[in-house]
Structures are given as structure tokens and as C-alpha cells.
């Protein structure tokens, strides 16, 4: 059985997508219609790149409390 494909594209490729997006509206070029598919694609673009960050921020601050509890030494009495 293939591997199913996610339907998500990793940070890295939707940013650089983005970018893109971006790049194509302020050129000025697009007609009104294709300029709002273009931004609305952007919009749902912007939302799951600031998704994937806030998810990679919890793992760091979890990451990070866990460092900190490994790393406490125990008091001399």
C-alpha cells in the first residue's frame, strides 16, 4: 500500500510560497479576480505558517522545561 501523502507541505515550502504570492500582488499585475484568488491563497497560507510555528513553539518550551528539570542539581544538605 503507497504511503499516503500528507496534505500539508512542510514551513519552508509554504513560506517560500507565500513570498511568492506576495511578490505576485505587488506587481499590480493580476486582473481584480485573479488578484483576490491569489490573496485569499495567501491568507490560508499565512494561517497554517503561523500554526506550524506556534506548534513548533510549544515543542520548544516543552523541550525547553524538560532540559531544565533534567539539569536541576540536587541540594547538598
Known amino acids: 500500500m503507497p504511503a499516503k ?3 500539508t507541505t512542510n514551513f519552508e ?4 510560497e507565500l513570498e511568492s504570492i506576495v511578490a505576485q500582488l505587488e506587481t499590480g499585475e493580476l486582473p481584480l479576480e485573479e488578484s483576490l484568488k491569489v490573496f485569499e ?4 497560507l499565512s494561517r ?7 506548534e513548533a513553539e510549544q515543542k520548544v518550551t516543552i523541550l525547553m522545561e524538560n532540559q531544565e528539570q533534567n ?6 544538605n
Do not use: H, I, Y
Open 41 to 44: 491563497k495567501g491568507v490560508k
Open 13 to 16: 515550502t509554504q513560506l517560500e
Open 48 to 54: 497554517q505558517c503561523q500554526q506550524l510555528l506556534s
Open 5 to 7: 501523502k500528507s496534505s
Open 71 to 76: 539539569f536541576t542539581a540536587p541540594e547538598d
